[in-house]
């Protein structure tokens, strides 16, 4: 097992609600963030948080999805509201110490947990 391990994910029926979580076993990031990779397409931002609890998101999730951290416990949390059969991806946890513009950028992140399958389909 890698430094990020995620869980949480399953099958659940439009609008219903999940919760991801990610564990940290190895020294805290200042970025924590959530990307997700639906079949056939690119891992694409979906939330990060910085230390300062500073939150992004992208525009397809936000008021539904909303990431936390717990520094103390070093696990970030990702609560997703009102499932769409679009949200259907594998959902990754990454960690990054880059600086603020660099925060939604895949490329920048070099720390990964291994994924977990969200499945939205009634």
């Known amino acids: 097992q890698g430094q990020l391990a995620e869980s949480g994910g399953g099958l659940v029926q439009p609008g219903a609600s999940l919760t991801l979580s990610c564990a940290n076993s190895g020294s805290a990031f200042r970025h924590m963030a959530w990307f997700r990779q639906a079949p056939g397409g690119e891992r694409e931002f979906v939330a990060a948080?910085?230390?300062?609890?500073?939150?992004y998101y992208a525009d397809s999730v936000k008021g539904r999805f909303t990431i936390s951290r717990d520094n103390a416990k070093n696990i970030a949390t990702l609560q997703m509201n009102n499932l769409k059969p679009e949200d259907t991806a594998v959902y990754y946890c990454a960690g990054n110490q880059g600086i603020l513009s660099t925060i939604r950028d895949r490329q920048a992140y070099y720390t990964w947990g291994q994924g977990t399958q969200v499945t939205v389909s009634s």
């Open positions: 948080a910085r230390n300062t609890g500073h939150t």
